[in-house]
């Protein structure tokens, strides 16, 4: 099952579901005389495999804890370990989709999915694994259509099959369905859990949407002030969801969590 | 490899159905044939009216042939210089130097706007003085041309490549600061850099943009051309024109500028058909 996405690649096999390790990770914006504190000492030990559901409340740095993970973002103290070697630099194990779809709108789907190949691809076998990821995502009929010709939740599938496209052992999603209609986004959600069963990589998906978390996530990291008066974001609440997946989006557990995951982030009294 | 592991999972339908809808109203209709010679033929009455008033107010004895000749006579005179087989030598000499000092002054201009647009060091040094160079009106440097280069083809060519090269390396330089950031952050975060992301990610983007500078650039050669036949020279359009000024020629000066506007807007039509092509692949 964990071949899925192992065909047309060169790789002897399909990379291994990588764990991710934050050590004390830091993180301040500006110039000297006017720092802005973002994150302070986030250590998390994410699994192999895992989704981990990333949440807090706007410009709270989920984001540039997940660019760290990436390698587009440079810590000012502590680091990223992967699979225990740690990340320097822009990270081959890893692979992105952001909010926006952000594909070069002057080539079609197939050549946009083909940017996330690794290097050591073959031409022939890149191809045929592009096309299988297209396929995957339901885009194979519009292969050679540019991203501009098709609707904006074909373009974010775009961009997750170019995710997928490395072969990544850790998928990073920076809240890839937040600009999507409420519709397109939980056929969106139901995709990624399928891909996910498919080949169990690690995930790490950044979100403002609490039940967006509670059903896609394995664990959620609420990141917030935590205890005192320290500038800066850090783990405020590492929860486990309750139940396997599909959940009942209705069930009493999940409400329950709910409450107190919106009173976290400050929302109260739903 | 399987074929049950190709199995796309979920939700095509929804998007399948909806997307024709979107894919329809994309691909820019090529226009029918019909309406594009309607177009064209449109755009002719302006100067076929034009054309009309001059018959009507020459024929008339409204002006007098040394104010402005009629346009039998402009055309007696485009007779009279191609028998004396001197028209085609003053094109063919104008259009020389025009594509040469545009050719020059795009391809340097394409250089220096890559450099200074992609290397940040290159653009805190460089920057302020390309600025005070193109500061200088361009006729400025006619004096110290003639007096490095000479009288000649050279210093012609120089200063059409002068006039060219300001207007690529604008668009291009103003172009590859405003690539789109987040594309240039998703290709890296791909893997690309150097080389491949330049040409996968930067150069693309900013086509669109390059090809209005070279129109630009090509409509300034026109420009310099004429200054620098004006100037000093023994061919060429400008030439014409000088030289009928002084020998009193109105027909010919008439001639010699229906002639640029014509060649003018023949060569600018040319890169306007290949911008289109540009602009459809790549933007």
Redesign the interface.
């Known amino acids: 099952m964990t071949?899925?996405l192992a065909?047309?690649s060169t790789q002897p096999s399909t990379k291994q579901a990588l764990g991710v390790h934050f050590a004390g990770l830091g993180r301040s914006f500006g110039s000297s005389t006017d720092r802005r504190t973002v994150l302070r000492d986030v250590t998390v030990e994410v699994r192999p495999g895992e989704i981990l559901a990333i949440l807090g409340t706007s410009g709270c740095g989920k984001s540039t804890l997940l660019r760290a993970a990436?390698g587009?973002d440079v810590p000012d103290s502590g680091e990223v370990l992967i699979d225990g070697t740690p990340v320097t630099g822009?990270d081959?194990r890893c692979?992105?989709a952001?909010q926006?779809p952000?594909l070069?709108?002057?080539h079609t789907l197939q050549a946009n999915v083909a940017?996330?190949l690794?290097?050591s691809s073959s031409a022939s076998a890149g191809k045929?694994k592009v096309l299988?990821l297209l396929?995957?995502?339901?885009?194979?009929?519009?292969a050679k259509?540019?991203p501009?010709?098709?609707?904006g939740?074909?373009a974010q599938?775009t961009s997750l099959a170019?995710a997928l496209a490395?072969n990544p052992g850790v998928l990073l999603l920076d809240e890839p369905f937040g600009a999507l209609d409420a519709?397109?986004r939980i056929?969106?959600q139901?995709?990624l859990l399928?891909?996910h069963r498919?080949q169990p990589t690690t995930v790490l998906l950044v979100t403002h949407d609490v039940d967006e978390a509670l059903q896609l996530a394995d664990r959620i990291l609420v990141l917030g002030r935590g205890e005192g008066d320290e500038a800066g974001s850090t783990v405020s609440e590492l929860v486990t969801v309750p139940g396997s997946r599909p959940r009942d989006r209705n069930s009493a557990d999940l409400g329950t969590l709910r409450s107190s995951l919106l009173s976290l982030l400050g929302v109260t009294g739903h | 490899m399987s074929a049950d592991h190709a199995t796309p999972v979920s939700t095509a339908g929804l998007e399948a159905s909806r997307a024709p809808a979107t894919a329809g109203a994309v691909p820019a209709g090529r226009r029918p044939g019909g309406r594009r010679l309607l177009t064209i033929l449109l755009g002719l009455i302006v100067p076929a009216l034009i054309l009309l008033a001059w018959h009507l107010s020459t024929a008339s004895g409204f002006f007098r042939p040394s104010q402005l000749p009629s346009p039998a006579s402009v055309l007696a005179a485009a007779v009279d210089l191609v028998e004396r087989g001197q028209l085609a030598t003053h094109i063919l000499i104008s259009t020389q130097r025009v594509v040469l000092g545009f050719l020059i002054g795009s391809v340097l201009g394409v250089l220096a706007g890559a450099l200074l647009g992609l290397s940040r060091i290159a653009d805190v040094l460089l920057t302020p003085t390309v600025g005070a160079l193109r500061a200088v009106p361009s006729l400025a440097w006619v004096p110290l041309l003639v007096l490095w280069i000479g009288i000649n083809e050279d210093s012609k060519v120089t200063l059409i490549s002068i006039g060219a090269f300001f207007p690529v390396f604008t668009t291009l330089y103003l172009g590859l600061r405003h690539v789109d950031r987040n594309l240039v952050e998703a290709a890296r975060a791909f893997g690309l850099n150097g080389v491949r992301l330049l040409t996968t990610v930067q150069l693309p983007a900013v086509v669109p943009a390059l090809f209005s500078g070279l129109r630009l650039a090509l409509a300034q050669s026109w420009l310099f051309l004429v200054a620098a036949e004006l100037i000093a020279s023994s061919m060429g359009l400008g030439f014409l024109l000088t030289d009928s000024q002084q020998t009193g020629r109105v027909d010919r000066i008439i001639l010699a500028i229906i002639l640029l506007a014509v060649i003018g807007k023949t060569t600018d039509a040319l890169l306007g058909i290949a911008e289109r092509w540009a602009v459809r692949r790549w933007a």
Not at chain 1, 135 to 142: I, M, R
């Open positions: 071949a899925v065909p047309g990436a587009l822009i081959e692979a992105v952001f926006e952000r070069l709108p002057w940017i996330g690794p290097k045929a299988e396929k995957l995502v339901g885009l194979d009929t519009f259509h540019r501009r010709e098709v609707s939740g074909m599938r170019r490395r519709l397109t056929k969106m139901d995709l399928d891909i498919a």
